[in-house]
């Protein structure tokens, strides 16, 4: 079983719609939880961050967390062609093992 | 504010030849880490400074891959002699805090022939 699973997609949305990416994890003991945008041939940019369950929104991406089931999500509502990338999700542990454990990730097309 | 920057941006190597990545962080991360992406693959840790101090090396694959932080500011990774299996995308981050948002460097992408 891999530490960060997502589904690798491709996964197309038309664009307006709400894209939603999904990621697990495996150890109960991580606490750091990330996505990462990347377009093709460029590095991972960060998009959200969340630390405690439930919802945190920053403007057109709302991330959610459940620990109980080892879930994270990120939706992104309004969907542009400009959001078509690859979403990496990410988990760490806090002080003393910050490294982070990366997904394969979710290639997102957005559909014109 | 100047992101994560990493030169050279390529490099294409001979197998057994030597190459040396560098890394700046932000200004004022005491945090930096170095992450490696080969064909097909996630992106895995390598290590982790804190200032000029080796926190977590339990990802270096060998012991022909040497880390360097002088002084604390800009790191280099060295690999030598350079194997084929070498190949792929180096990634450099840097933190503020430790445990919290990790931001990334434009990779070297490394080709040993």
């Known amino acids: 079983q891999k530490e960060v699973e997502q589904n690798s997609g491709p996964l197309s949305v038309p664009e307006g719609a709400i894209a939603s990416l999904n990621c697990t994890y495996s150890d109960r003991g991580s606490q750091s939880f990330f996505w990462y945008r990347q377009y093709s041939g460029k590095s991972p940019e960060l998009i959200m961050s969340i630390y405690s369950n439930g919802d945190k929104e920053d403007g057109r991406f709302t991330a959610q967390l459940n620990k109980a089931s080892q879930y994270v999500s990120l939706l992104i509502r309004d969907s542009q062609p400009s959001d078509s990338a690859t979403y990496l999700c990410?988990?760490?542990?806090?002080?003393?093992?910050?490294?982070?454990?990366f997904g394969t990730g979710t290639r997102l097309t957005i559909i014109p | 504010e100047a992101g994560v920057t990493q030169f050279p941006s390529h490099s294409v190597i001979e197998k057994g030849q030597t190459v040396t990545l560098r890394c700046d962080p932000i200004?004022?991360?005491?945090?930096l880490y170095w992450y490696r992406r080969v064909m097909g693959k996630e992106i895995k840790f390598l290590l982790h400074?804190?200032?000029?101090?080796?926190?977590?090396e339990s990802g270096m694959p060998n012991n022909r891959f040497l880390a360097e932080r002088t002084g604390g500011t800009y790191s280099t990774l060295k690999v030598q002699p350079a194997e084929l299996e070498d190949s792929g995308v180096y990634f450099c981050?840097?933190?503020?805090?430790?445990?919290?948002?990790?931001?990334f460097g434009p990779g070297t992408r490394l080709t040993v022939t």
């Open positions: 200004s004022g991360h005491d945090n």
């Open positions: 990410a988990v760490s542990f806090n002080f003393g093992n910050e490294k982070l454990t």
């Open positions: 400074f804190v200032k000029e101090s080796k926190q977590d």
């Open positions: 981050a840097s933190s503020q805090v430790r445990g919290y948002e990790q931001y």
